[in-house]
């Protein structure tokens, strides 16, 4: 820069101090004649001034050629021997300099006296892009509008024109890129989908490569990415490479929440996802995601995100960058006392043509500078390399840009270190570097405003065209709430450098013979190889772990699941089919952190691996009698031996758990001595056989307890008689309560439940079958061993069942059903018959529809009638209508129902009807609110299957059909083939079949055959 006449602190530069002080007495002579005629003076004044060499100012006023003022190239030496007139001039250019009266700190303008014209909607995103025939394209949002406007055609603006969608989410976050290919270009923003109910999600605008904004206005598809890729992707921002690829990262509004690219052909048609970090469990920050891309198709991500594993982590900024076509790679930017500004006004990111990046980040109103080398590495590539560099609080817009001659540009809008300041910056404030941010230029107020409220500011001059573009929003002088924003240009002599050059390996040795290249290797028709997402696990019990994931690949074989922990590497630990989306893991050990990751193949090609996610296997919580002891003689075994699980935190059999559980008398009226009291466990289950008291008495009770111990190590039993003879006491009565059709839901956490899946229906917001369906009593209190009472009510398709202090649960009612066995307590059982009378599916008058008790014998209830792993076959099963099992393959393949899942627990099939039913998202009513989820956790609702499916003859309706059943611990899966979309798949009418039965039984003679 040229020294100018005045320093900073506005005293006379030492270089021309010969000249005012030896003409100090012609000052006020000239004074006068300025004055008189300051026009005339100007022009004599201009007539003896250059303009810096490189840089073109275009439209400049005379005052601003006085801010960028190069003196006459007089030397001192020379001066002596001018004409009096000359030193006379010199002075009072001088003079006239010094008395200007602005800022000193700013610098000579570059600028072009700024435009205001039609983009008048724009609050705090900008986002400048050039084309590859140099139209600069400005994007940005207030309100419902996203504002496209082209920049540079014309005298100033063309005009504006929305390419949104019209929904009124005020928080859109527009961006811009251009194919470098054919020139069209894509607008991406935050969006709602009309009617849908879901928030935050992305759409793209499709803006033709001959729209121009004046002679050409005719606009794109809007193409919403929900549609391409099957879930949210919040806070977009684009960039195209340079095989015209669409490069899109956002937030991805899973659980956990990720941050994630998603790449399009120019087709629209997914290619890959990529996820580059995944927040915290229960976290939801947001991370306003922006992107740049260099000559060489580099990527880079700077961002807002969680520091740490808790949910409440601070959020601190990083940047993410893919160099060479490897993997991404974290790097923290968070400069030292960071206090992030919300939003995209709070940062922003640049290419170079060289491979450079840079990151400006408003860092609690300073302008802070980041840089990263170019080439690959890590955290050693970037360097904060400016800090607080305007020297101005600021809380309104900042931007970075480059341009082709190699300079960086900084931009910060509105700033005051104080409400008192004497020197604010107010407007659109400029500073540029010409040696890679080491120093900066002064300050250019390159869009002055009076008004103290500068909303948004964007930059680039990195395209064709030789310009860089630099736009300013912010309210109107008066103050009135309108917006405006303005538009100034300065030239610059670059030129476009091409492809980033390969980095120069130094002297090369001998030129080694050159193998021969193989061809490129082209999947097949059909295959689309890209790895899998959104890989995450349910513990389920001490030795199972479920594992679920997104399918991007097209025409794979199957997926690999690997797994490390419990002191092993990583191994390979099973396999699925192709379009498999699940497996579960039953070889994990108790108590053991596993870490899990997932690909898919064809052949020997593998895709890169899933994320990767942990988790820990339950241990040993609790004690429970499962069989109580029951009554006997002094000196002989009990009538029945007791039986002890070893439970975990779930309430699931600890399988793996190796060990004893021993027995002491906790009541003992008769002073008596307990034998054969300590048994090895067993899958979980401690089995007595030899238990016998010495003593006759009335009240006895047994604690149990295990070693190695539980969580909750010791549990008691009910009490018992020893005599010579004794008999078990009749159960209390039951309250069987009222029949009562769509009587009101009796407690609040009922009604929650039944809102979450059913309330849509009622709605009218799907059309789906019940979860639930209607009532069918009122509120019903019965008798339970553990807690005294519970409260219960039924549905048609299940009750629902509250004891003190626990969740609500729906029981075990299909098991009970088919084998009789009816549970008191949680370790409390009486038998009954299992009715042969009551029909599982269809008319209840119809004497072929198959019974409960017909699903006894194909049904696992004590490790009994296992089934192969049958994943992909087709279901083929029947059962006639006197229970006799069989195969129909041309029933089958009639209607093509295939085997899809296998619960290796009872190890059972699971049809692909049923798994898809179980496993669906829809409208689901939350806090209140309607969103979109699971419609159900199919464990806890369905439980596991408790046999195959079977297909059946069934009269529904007075009509005789095909129907597929299916029976699980908990309810009754049917598929009708002829019933409408929505309503196929039905759960049973398990509720009313359970509530008839157990009226029948506990009303009837004694029919107990054992507890």
């Not at 095989?243 to 509004?253: E, K, P």
């Not at 006004?345 to 980040?361: E, F, L, S």
């Not at 593998?606 to 040993?620: I, K, M, Q, R």
């Not at 014998?857 to 083929?876: F, L, R, Y």
Request: glycine share 10%.
């Amino acid at each position: 820069m040229v020294k100018p006449f005045r320093n900073t602190k506005g005293k006379p530069n030492p270089a021309y101090s010969d000249t005012l002080l030896t003409y100090r007495g012609t000052v006020f002579l000239f004074f006068f004649i300025f004055t008189a005629n300051p026009v005339n003076f100007y022009q004599v004044i201009l007539a003896g001034c250059s303009v810096p060499t490189g840089i073109r100012s275009e439209a400049l006023t005379m005052r601003e050629y006085l801010f960028m003022v190069k003196p006459f190239r007089w030397q001192r030496s020379n001066l002596h021997r001018k004409i009096t007139g000359l030193f006379l001039l010199s002075l009072l250019v001088t003079l006239i300099t010094a008395s200007v009266s602005v800022p000193t700190t700013l610098a000579a303008p570059i600028f072009s006296s700024p435009a205001t014209a039609a983009q008048g909607r724009l609050n705090y995103d900008a986002n400048i892009r050039i084309r590859k025939d140099g139209l600069a394209f400005l994007v940005g949002s207030r309100g419902a509008y996203i504002n496209l406007t082209v920049l540079n055609n014309g005298g100033s603006y063309a005009g504006s024109v929305d390419v949104g969608n019209g929904d009124d989410n005020g928080n859109k976050y527009p961006y811009i890129a251009f194919s470098p290919v054919d020139g069209t270009g894509y607008v991406t923003w935050n969006s709602l989908h009309p009617g849908s109910g879901i928030t935050y999600e992305t759409y793209i605008r499709v803006i033709p490569a001959a729209y121009n904004g004046t002679s050409n206005t005719t606009l794109g598809s809007v193409v919403r990415l929900f549609d391409k890729i099957g879930y949210q992707l919040a806070q977009p921002s684009i960039v195209v490479d340079s095989a015209g690829h669409l490069n899109i990262v956002g937030y991805a509004a899973l659980n956990p929440v990720q941050l994630r690219m998603v790449t399009l052909d120019s087709n629209f048609n997914l290619l890959s996802q990529t996820t580059l970090d995944t927040q915290p469990a229960g976290a939801r920050a947001e991370m306003d995601p922006i992107i740049c891309i260099d000559r060489a198709d580099n990527l880079h991500v700077a961002t807002s995100f969680p520091y740490g594993t808790s949910s409440d982590s601070p959020v601190r900024l990083f940047a993410y960058d893919r160099v060479n076509s490897g993997s991404f790679v974290k790097t923290s930017i968070t400069p030292s006392g960071w206090s992030t500004v919300a939003g995209r006004r709070g940062k922003d990111i640049a290419c170079a043509a060289d491979g450079t990046v840079y990151v400006a980040t408003n860092n609690g109103g300073k302008y802070d500078l980041f840089k990263r080398t170019a080439g690959s590495g890590g955290s050693e590539k970037w360097a904060q390399i400016q800090s607080n560099l305007f020297g101005k609080a600021n809380q309104s817009g900042i931007a970075v840009g480059t341009s082709l001659d190699g300079r960086v540009w900084a931009v910060q809008g509105d700033g005051a270190n104080s409400g008192s300041d004497p020197t604010p910056i107010i407007g659109t404030n400029v500073k540029y570097s010409t040696d890679g941010g080491k120093t900066f230029s002064a300050n250019e107020r390159a869009i002055p405003q009076n008004y103290y409220a500068n909303y948004a500011v964007a930059i680039d001059g990195n395209g064709p065209g030789n310009k860089v573009h630099l736009v300013g929003s912010f309210y109107f002088i008066s103050g009135n709430g309108s917006i405006t924003t303005s538009y100034a240009v300065a030239s610059v002599n670059g030129s476009d450098p091409g492809p980033i050059p390969t980095p120069d390996p130094g002297t090369p040795g001998p030129t080694p013979t050159p193998e021969p290249t193989p061809p490129p290797t082209t999947p097949p028709s059909g295959v689309s190889l890209i790895e899998p997402t959104d890989l995450h696990l349910t513990v389920r019990s001490s030795n199972r772990v479920d594992l679920v994931w997104m399918d991007n690949s097209t025409g794979e074989d199957g997926f690999h699941v690997e797994r490390k922990g419990g002191g092993k590497d990583w191994s390979e630990i099973g396999t699925t089919g192709a379009d498999d989306t699940s497996y579960t893991d039953n070889s994990a050990s108790m108590n053991t952190a596993y870490t899990y990751r997932v690909r898919a193949s064809k052949g020997s090609d593998f895709t890169d691996y899933s994320n990767e996610s942990s988790a820990t296997t339950l241990g040993p919580a609790s004690l429970t009698f499962s069989a109580q002891p029951g009554t006997g003689a002094a000196g002989q075994p009990l009538s029945q031996q007791p039986k002890v699980n070893i439970l975990d935190k779930n309430g699931n059999l600890v399988t793996n758990f190796t060990g004893q559980v021993t027995l002491a008398l906790a009541n003992n009226p008769s002073g008596a001595t307990l034998s054969g009291n300590a048994v090895t466990v067993s899958g979980g289950i401690a089995t007595f056989t030899g238990v016998q008291l010495d003593k006759a008495g009335d009240g006895y009770t047994l604690t149990a307890t295990a070693n190695p111990a539980a969580a909750n190590n010791a549990t008691t039993s009910i009490g018992f008689n020893v005599a010579a003879s004794g008999t078990t006491p009749p159960p209390p009565p039951v309250d069987l309560g009222q029949d009562q059709r769509d009587a009101p839901i009796a407690l609040a956490q009922f009604q929650s439940l039944w809102d979450r899946s059913d309330k849509a229906i009622v709605d009218g917001k799907t059309s789906r079958s019940w979860t639930w369906g209607p009532s069918i009593t009122g509120l019903i209190t019965e008798p339970y061993a553990e807690g005294g009472t519970r409260q219960v009510q039924y549905f048609d398709k299940t009750r629902m069942e509250q004891t003190s202090g626990r969740d609500v649960t729906n029981g075990l009612l299909a098991k009970e059903l088919v084998t009789g066995l009816m549970q008191l307590g949680d370790n409390t059982f009486k038998q009954y018959p299992a009715d042969n009378t009551i029909k599982i599916a269809g008319d209840q008058n119809a004497p072929q529809n198959p019974t409960y008790a017909m699903f006894r014998k194909v049904s696992t209830i004590d490790q009994e009638n296992h089934a192969p792993s049958a994943g992909g076959s087709i279901v083929n099963l029947t059962m006639s209508k006197d229970g006799t099992v069989g195969s129909d393959d041309a029933l089958g393949a009639k209607y093509n129902v295939k085997n899809q899942y296998f619960d290796n627990t009872l190890q059972h099939n699971v049809p692909d009807v049923f798994w898809n039913f179980m496993n669906q998202t829809g409208p689901i009513y939350v806090n209140g609110n309607y969103t979109t989820g699971p419609v159900v956790d199919w464990l806890s609702t369905m439980g596991l299957p408790l046999s195959e499916a079977y297909w059946t003859r069934t009269v529904v309706a007075g009509v005789e059909q095909d129907v597929l059943v299916q029976i699980f611990e908990r309810r009754v899966l049917t598929y009708t083939p002829s019933n409408p979309d929505g309503y196929k798949v039905e759960m049973g009418n398990v509720g009313q079949h359970y509530r008839e039965w157990r009226k029948a039984v506990l009303t009837a003679p004694s029919t107990v055959t054992g507890q």
